[in-house]
């Protein structure tokens, strides 16, 4: 078993920055990759970056540019840094983790899920 708790969410205005952080517990943190994927309510969820053991990223599109991945592999944290945040981003973002490659990983369904945590983009 892998338990995974985010935090760091909460309400930030339009183009800041926020960053989510997402601490892992149990099994041998080095053989997944993690990830994070969002969801607005009543819309599948989404994937946004994932990176694996080696520090590998991978990201959708619309996170390209504007967020990046990493993680510290002697504390069991994965960190997900927003900038210039869209309204439309307001969702709640969950940290995951897989047995897989991070590409791999912007698949679902994944092994691991944490419980989630709000982010609110206001204008």
């Known amino acids: 078993q892998v338990q995974l708790v985010e935090s760091g969410g909460g309400l930030v205005q339009a183009g800041a920055s926020l960053r989510l952080s997402c601490a892992a517990s149990?099994?041998?943190?080095?053989?997944?990759?993690m990830g994070w994927f969002r969801q607005v309510s009543g819309k599948e969820r989404e994937f946004i970056a994932a990176?694996?053991?080696?520090?590998?990223?991978f990201y959708a599109d619309s996170a390209k540019g504007r967020f990046t991945i990493s993680r510290d592999n002697t504390k069991n944290i994965v960190y997900l840094q927003m900038n210039n945040q869209k309204r439309e981003e307001t969702a709640v973002y969950y940290c995951?983790?897989?047995?897989?490659?991070?590409?791999?990983?912007?698949?679902?369904?994944?092994?691991?899920w944490g419980q989630g945590t709000q982010v609110t983009v206001s204008s």
């Open positions: 995951a983790a897989k047995r897989e490659s991070a590409r791999g990983m912007s698949h679902l369904p994944v092994d691991y």
């Open positions: 990176i694996d053991w080696s520090g590998n990223a």
């Open positions: 149990g099994r041998t943190f080095s053989a997944y990759a």
